[in-house]
């Protein structure tokens, strides 16, 4: 079985001197590994014509595929595509289609067209344009050698649109891709050394084209199964022998049998018990809704959220009792167990998370050192409450608060 | 002027397949370009021997350091500690203080330990090794034919930590580097080709040390200056005089001089105005609150926030009339508007946001397709409303939102 390969270029000194992450990348390998087409390098470099010719050759050396990312804008530098020329033995020209796009998209903005903007028309004669609907730089499509090479601009929303209207489709059609497919169960509450330890016996006998891969995410660890083989049905179902065989061993501590945000593995439990939930958040700032929102469809269980940064809010909002925060503080058990209490009563839901804690960098004590949160999660007849150590920066010890409670509270819906 | 240079390897499928995003690169870039280190080059990699062995040799080819993060985790293949034996011909030894601190870490948290625990402590006999606080696994620092190569596990408090009580230090040490400067302005409401055009005159004199990037990030534009130099002193100043008159070309759009997230320069301004902020959150599910109180210290101006996703809470908590929803719906400029005034007298606070729209995928209609956002933002005595349509995925549309409601509210206060 010989593997279609891809290689991503990303060109941009934005990447590489770290002011922007990279999230294209994780996207792109994504949806080619859909079509069975596996990412196997992926190269980030910076607007020097050099660096890209060398690095073009390079990649089209390991890959059949080479997918570059960036150098396109209205204000590159104008590297990119003289190089892709170069690259390529040939000469920009003007694209007629491309240029009435360009002009069509100022003039229906009632802006003036610069001459930058109708450079953006300008394209390597030896290509194949790809049009872009989401902006002024198009898509190019080269081949050279038996390689496929196609030049995208690097802005998330039109690289996607470039992606799944061209490219995509393209190379399914050029390729008689086998399978690659990927299955992920989250567990949580053991250390990926013991998980590994129980699946010592799985592990040893698994064929070599399907691997096991320990993610630890945050608070919870993810255990992936890749499979590669020439018939995707073939695959898919052994793959699912063996990943069902390996979810039997670890009942205990699984969270959930997809790849999704804990998030939407709470959502769907309240969706399927058609309860609803709430949030009162101080230390975790909104994090905790925001994620819940953030899931499609989410408003059929989540009604509301407060976030009570003062004490004044959290006596004013959830009726704390000025007494407790007297005798005990903001963080701490008492203050979350009635914080909780305050949000059922005010956002008239099932259940309920409340979280207060001291993220950093200041604001801690020898008592209640930064990274002590407390959490309390339940309902009217049921609560729980926790207290957790957080040891890193401020927005992983937010992030982690964040998982701990909103698995807290998956747990005790379960029970 | 010769730059040293820096390759960061990364190894691992999940960064190859989509499953995670690196955020490592980023920020290693960032402390190296601080040092005068040049990252010119980013690669990953799966666990894969032959691609070790071969992208060691190519970025030493290339870059006088060599990075390598991922693979080393108590569960990981047992290829990279091996192939580094293999490339700087060497064999794994008992490194005795790292047992140590393993056994130290099991025993403290009263846990079994494990062999695969125990191998944590297995190092290459060529390395220095690198205490890791902060993990099992230490850090291992190699030099070959005059380059430098540290290889470090890829948890990013892990990696943070190894980097900044050794590599960083040990870097400056070791090599006599060159300034590579860099300094961000942030402007709102101008096309990217038109500050290009403004620009024009400005960028044509730059010299050849001194590099203008435009980079857009969701409805803002930065404009980035890079200026490498000898002295780091002589740099700053050439750097400073060139970006000041940059700015000093764009005052009617400029946000702010340095590379910060638009929720600080709202805090920094209420900080020096001493008024205090609050948000009222519909589609934004939070967003908003959770930016403000990403910043450290924004305790002294922000109160508090709402989420108020159903219709019944914008009523209870916000007092939105039953009849504004009825008539105009929870998507409309009079629904924002009783938002952000319910949440100026719930929260008590000086200044306050209100945002209600369809992010999608679902919830859109003829009248308010989704993507329609109302945003009011103002105090009691001043208030605006604005309307926007944006056209992206949901995720995308929320941030959006987020960043206009934000940027709204500040050029109210500057007005």
């Not at 590159?76 to 796009?101: G, M, N, R, S």
């Not at 872009?132 to 690289?159: L, Q, R």
């Not at 199964?225 to 205990?252: I, N, Q, V």
């Not at 989410?298 to 007494?323: E, H, I, Q, R, W």
Request: proline content about 5%; hydrophobic content about 40%.
């Amino acid at each position: 079985m010989s593997r279609t390969t891809a290689s991503i270029i990303t060109i941009g000194d934005e990447l590489l001197i770290g002011q922007t992450i990279d999230t294209n990348s994780a996207w792109m390998a994504q949806e080619l590994n859909a079509l069975g087409i596996w990412v196997h390098r992926r190269v980030a470099i910076g607007d020097v014509r050099e660096d890209i010719l060398d690095t073009l050759a390079k990649e089209a050396g390991y890959s059949d595929i080479v997918l570059i990312t960036g150098g396109l804008g209205p204000t590159a530098d104008d590297i990119t595509k003289p190089t892709l020329c170069e690259y390529f033995d040939t000469k920009l020209v003007q694209h007629e289609p491309t240029l009435q796009w360009v002009l069509h998209i100022f003039e229906s903005r009632g802006l003036p067209i610069l001459q930058r903007n109708v450079d953006q028309a300008m394209v390597p004669e030896a290509c194949t344009v790809i049009r872009n609907e989401k902006g002024t730089a198009p898509g190019m499509w080269f081949e050279k050698e038996g390689k496929v090479y196609v030049s995208m601009p690097g802005v998330p929303y039109e690289m996607k649109y470039i992606m799944q209207s061209y490219v995509l489709p393209q190379l399914a059609l050029h390729y008689k891709t086998p399978a690659v497919l990927h299955h992920t169960l989250i567990t949580s509450g053991m250390g990926e050394s013991f998980v590994a330890e129980r699946l010592t016996a799985f592990e040893a006998k698994l064929p070599p084209h399907i691997k096991l891969a320990y993610l630890p995410s945050f608070s919870l660890l993810k255990l992936r199964l890749t499979a590669f083989g020439e018939d995707k049905l073939t695959t898919a179902a052994e793959l699912s022998l063996y990943f069902h065989e390996m979810m039997a061993l670890l009942p205990d501590i699984t969270v959930t049998d997809r790849d999704i945000p804990i998030a939407e593995v709470l959502g769907q439990l309240l969706k399927e018990k058609g309860k609803t939930v709430g949030t009162a958040e101080s230390c975790t700032g909104g994090l905790i809704a925001s994620w819940i929102t953030d899931i499609p469809g989410s408003s059929a269980y989540f009604k509301g959220s407060v976030v009570t940064y003062s004490n004044d809010m959290k006596m004013k909002l959830l009726g704390v009792k000025p007494a407790t925060l007297q005798a005990h503080g903001a963080v701490s058990e008492e203050t979350v167990k009635e914080m909780l209490g305050g949000a059922l009563a005010l956002l008239e839901t099932d259940y309920a998370v409340a979280v207060s804690g001291i993220m950093g960098p200041d604001g801690g004590t020898e008592e209640k050192p930064v990274g002590t949160v407390w959490i309390a999660a339940g309902s009217r007849d049921k609560m729980v409450t926790v207290r957790f150590h957080l040891r890193y920066d401020r927005e992983r010890n937010t992030q982690m608060a964040a998982v701990y409670a909103i698995n807290e509270l998956r747990k005790l819906i379960l029970q």
